[in-house]
Nanobody, 117 residues
């Protein structure tokens, strides 16, 4: 059974930092690229960052480039998203996701990130 458990969200002031974690199980984690997505209230879910299975290639959305860092540890079946210089527009529920058509139905519960003074 595929499980994706996101954690690490919270309330932070503008300019602050958070580190999100995603613990994955039920599939061969090291075989899949992993992504972080986010969904703000009233908006469509958007792709934030993707890391390939070996970590050799990383892609970021323009809106987070230079502020967010995605990383993974295949031995721990975990992917992280380090978020620095947070802005109010980063407020959203954040989700991790294995990138594969075979995994399209699997989403975790997400973790809420709120950036506000």
């Amino acid at each position: 059974q595929v499980q994706l458990v996101e954690s690490g969200g919270g309330l932070v002031q503008p300019g602050g930092s958070l580190r999100l974690s995603c613990a994955a199980s039920g599939f061969t984690f090291s075989n899949y690229a992993m992504s972080w997505y986010r969904q703000a209230p009233g908006k469509q879910r958007e792709l934030v960052a993707t890391i390939t299975s070996t970590g050799g290639t990383i892609v970021y959305a323009d809106s987070v480039k230079g502020r967010f860092t995605i990383s993974r540890d295949n031995a721990k079946n975990t992917v992280w998203l380090q978020m620095n210089s947070l802005k109010p527009e980063d407020t959203a529920v954040y989700y991790c996701k294995p990138e594969s058509p075979l995994m399209s139905v699997y989403w975790g519960q997400g973790t809420q990130v709120t950036v506000s003074s």
